[in-house]
Each structure stands twice: as C-alpha cells, then as structure tokens.
C-alpha cells in the first residue's frame, strides 16, 4: 500500500512544480486580441484570456513575468497593488463594426445597429471589448438590442463569421485576423474610443526575463509585427 | 459488514481528499455576509430560474427521447448497434465548447438543418429553446446509459411470461418492464438534469449570453468572475453546488437501497 500512496504522491507534487524549469524565457500573459502578433513575436511562452481574468491571475499569484491587457483600467488595478512595474503603452487599436462578406445588410455606420431587422451581437461589458463598444454607442446615442453578450471579443466576432450573427463590434485587428471572413465597416471618428495596450513586468517574476520580452515588444522587430496585424503604433 | 483492507481505505481518503478539496476551497473564501445581498439581485435569481426552467426542460426531452432509445439499445438486436451506442455517447467526452460549435453547423441559421428551420420562423440560436437543445445534447448520454444498464438488469423471463399470459408488448412494457427499471429510469433523469444544470460551454457557444433568454447560472457566474465580482460568483457557484449535492446524495442513497 505505502508504495502506491507514494507514487500517487510524488506524481501529484511533480506534476505542480514541473513545467517551469525553462530560464530566459518568459511568461507572458496577454489580452485575447494580441494572440496573433504575440504568436508572430514568439520568444516567450503564452497564455491569452480576457484582460479581467489576467488581471484575475496575476493577483492569485500565477507564475508569470510579463503582462499586457486591452485597457489601461485592467492594468491600473495591478499598478495599485503593487504588482507590476511601471506598465508602457505600446499598441493602439480601433474598434469597427465586423459585417459578413460583402456586407450583404449595408450596414454603414453605428446608427445601423440600431436597425430591428439586425441580429447583432456584442462582448460583454465585463470585458474591455465590450466596455468600449458601449462607450461608442453611447457617444452616437444609439439604442442596441444586443441578442448575445459574448465572453471575450473573438466569441463575438465567430458568431459574424459562422453567419449566426449580422453584426458585432470588435477590434480591427480582430477582422484583419479572419483573413476575409468577416469585413471590417469603420465607425465614424467622432464616435470612436481610444483602444490602448499597456504592458508591464510582473514584480513578482523573473525581471530581466521580463524586461527583455518587452524591450524586443518595443523595439522595431516588435512595433513591426504589430503593423503587421493592424496594430497602430505609437510614433 | 466486512472489515475494509488498509490499502482500499487509504487510496480512498485521497480519492475524497482530491474531489472535495476545491469545493473545501469555495466554502472557505465563501462571503456569507454577502450570500443575502448577492441572491437577492435581480440578475442572479433570473439566471438561477433560467438554469431551472432550462435544465427541467432538457431532462424532459432526454426522458421522452431517451427512453425509448436505451429500450431499442437494450431489447432489439440489430446490426449497427454498437455504432450507434458510440455515437449516441459521443457528447460526454466532446468538449462541450466543440459541442456548441457542432450544434451551429447543424442547427445554426447557416447550418445543414437550421437553414430550413431558419426559413420556417424557427430560430434557436441566441433563443431559450437553444439553451434547452444544448443542454440537452450534452446531458442525455448519462440518461441513455443508466437507463439502458437498468433494463438490461431486468429479467427477460419475466417479460416472457406476461406476454405468454397474453399481454400486449406495449401492456409488458408499461406494467412489467418499466416498474422493475423505474429506479435506474430516476437515477439516469437526475444524473441528466444535474448535468444539464451545470452545462457552460456548448451553452455558450451555442445559444450565447443574454441576460433572462439564454444566460444560465454558470454562465452569470463566469459573467460576474470576469468582471472581478468574485464574491457573487462564489455564493452562486455554492448555491449551484448545494442544489446538485442535495440531489446527488438523495440518488445516491436510493440507486444502492435498491437491490
């Protein structure tokens, strides 16, 4: 008996130490928006979630050295308790209406949302998605009968690119990275939001791991691979 | 009863020890200063009525639809059968997120079926009874099993002899075979009904989230925990939990009373 509790044992503490051995190559945890440029980038090992559950994890003290969210609001929560060192923003974004291919509802501008006969879905206001999507539709004084409030920004948009939805407002990265399934219709300057990336060193991580992944983040390799995918750089 | 060897007792503390454990977790961060405030909330009792109406509903369906299903499995020799109990399981080891996006390729409005449905005025997706289609696409393979295991412990002989009495198949089935099952029958509806009400992901992926249509408890509960209203999504994670235990132990009891 004492054999197999040991082994039982032994496998369960090896499986939660395990895994983390790697030096010099940092964790990051970062917004579900930055999947594909971060993926591009590579150098470090990823994780993606909304920006809340980030937020989330850091506090409960997951193993990890960098972090970057979709919102400033995320990453001050972290900068408060004394978590992160002092966060850089280094992307900015746009949010767009993602319509079908083609546009087949002609739909033009935010105002169109309002329409009865769209079947339009949006990223719940828990995550910062859906946080500036309804700041948008609050500054065009639009009315939305969202049908679905979707979990993170890529949910909504797969609800457009199955054909489930007409409709959904989401970053224009986020249509760029559908490679066609989904057409991006811009949303009128004056009732745009500010989308901003921050990224910070987790205190509490491997520092020089950390600052490295984001000085290569920073540098051209990095602004580079965020052009690529759509990404507004800051001069 | 019989003096338990050492080694089945000790590899069973661990067993305990694995599976209560984060539920000893939830218990202890539990706010129960709040437990009121936060079941109070509007929001939070409609989705717990919601996952009630939903998750009834979806164990009605498997019931009416499951039923007859393990009585052909168990009763009807025919080839394919095998086939067809590996398809009709397939859903517990699915992931039910893959479930969800299966159910838009069928039933969706751009999907194989849902396209006629569509053009009928019958919509499921982002609806209630789309809820109650993913619910019940995950959580009838338990019925089907239990029940299919329950009338296959019912005697043949039995069922020979009341129709060599000159019952009618329907008369046997009704008063000889379905009373002796009616145990694994109860066991099998309430394993579907507990896992229709814990049903996240094909839900999600499927019917969506929206508050008082198809936004479930789990789904609040994730809603309220990326929001960072920790203490809410706790209090209904124990409300959920102390519905399914009551429910589990009661069945539990009754399912070994039996023979």
């Given at each position: 008996m004492r054999p197999l509790v040991l082994v039982v044992t032994a496998a369960l503490v090896a499986g939660c130490t395990g895994g983390g051995g790697e030096t010099g190559r940092p964790t990051v945890l970062a917004a579900a928006s930055l999947t594909d440029v971060f993926e591009d980038l590579g150098g470090a090992r990823f994780q993606f979630a909304g920006s809340q559950a980030l937020v989330r994890q850091v506090r409960d003290g997951?193993?990890?050295?960098?972090?970057a969210t979709a919102d400033e609001?995320?990453?001050?929560?972290?900068?408060?308790?004394?978590?992160?060192?002092?966060?850089?923003?280094?992307?900015?974004?746009?949010?767009?209406?993602?319509?079908?291919?083609?546009?087949?509802?002609?739909i033009d501008a935010l105002d169109d949302l309002g329409r009865d006969d769209l079947l339009v879905v949006l990223a719940d206001p828990s995550v910062p998605a859906g946080r500036y999507a309804a700041e948008a539709l609050r500054k065009a004084g639009v009315e939305v009968r969202a049908r679905s409030l979707e979990l993170d920004v890529r949910a909504a948009l797969t609800k457009v690119v199955a054909g489930e939805a007409d409709a959904a407002v989401v970053y224009a990265t986020d249509v760029e990275a559908a490679d066609g399934r989904a057409e991006a219709v811009a949303i009128e300057d004056e009732h745009d939001v500010e989308v901003r990336y921050p990224v910070a060193v987790v205190a509490d991580g491997d520092r020089a791991a950390g600052r490295a992944f984001v000085q290569r983040l920073l540098g051209e390799?990095?602004?580079?691979?965020?052009?690529?995918?759509?990404?507004?750089?800051?001069? | 009863m019989s003096r338990p060897p050492r080694t089945a007792l000790a590899?069973?503390?661990?067993?305990?020890v694995l599976l209560a454990l984060p539920l000893a977790g939830l218990l202890w961060r539990a706010p129960w200063s709040e437990a009121l405030d936060v079941l109070g909330r509007h929001e939070a009792r409609q989705a717990l009525r919601l996952s009630l109406v939903t998750s009834l509903a979806a164990t009605a369906v498997a019931v009416v639809l499951g039923v007859p299903l393990a009585w052909v499995q168990a009763r009807v020799d025919y080839p394919g059968r095998s086939l067809v109990r590996g398809l009709t399981t397939l859903p517990m080891v699915l992931p039910p997120v893959v479930g969800g996006v299966a159910l838009l390729l069928a039933l969706g409005r751009r999907g194989i079926a849902g396209e006629p449905l569509d053009a009928l005025g019958i919509h499921l997706p982002f609806h209630l009874a789309g809820a109650v289609l993913a619910e019940t696409f995950v959580?009838?393979?338990?019925?089907?099993?239990?029940?299919?295991?329950?009338?296959?412990?019912?005697?043949?002989?039995?069922?020979?002899?009341?129709?060599?009495?000159?019952?009618?198949?329907?008369?046997?089935?009704r008063t000889v075979t379905l009373p002796l099952a009616r145990p694994g029958i109860v066991a099998g509806a309430v394993l579907c009904w507990a896992r229709a009400l814990g049903e996240f992901g094909a839900t999600i992926t499927f019917a969506g989230n929206l508050p008082g249509e198809t936004q479930t408890l789990p789904l609040f509960v994730y809603v309220r925990l990326e929001a960072g209203d920790t203490d809410a999504a706790i209090v209904l994670?124990?409300?959920?939990?102390?519905?399914?235990?009551a429910v589990l132990v009661g069945l539990r009891d009754r399912w070994i009373g039996v023979r």
């Open positions: 997951a193993p990890a050295d960098v972090v609001a995320s990453m001050e929560v972290l900068v408060d308790a004394g978590l992160v060192e002092t966060p850089v923003v280094f992307a900015r974004n746009e949010l767009v209406i993602a319509v079908e291919p083609g546009n087949p509802e002609a390799r990095g602004r580079r691979a965020l052009r690529d995918h759509g990404f507004l750089v800051p001069a | 590899v069973a503390v661990v067993a305990v959580a009838m393979p338990f019925l089907v099993l239990a029940v299919e295991g329950a009338l296959r412990s019912v005697d043949p002989k039995l069922e020979e002899a009341a129709r060599t009495l000159g019952a009618s198949p329907w008369k046997v089935f994670s124990l409300v959920l939990l102390a519905v399914s235990l």
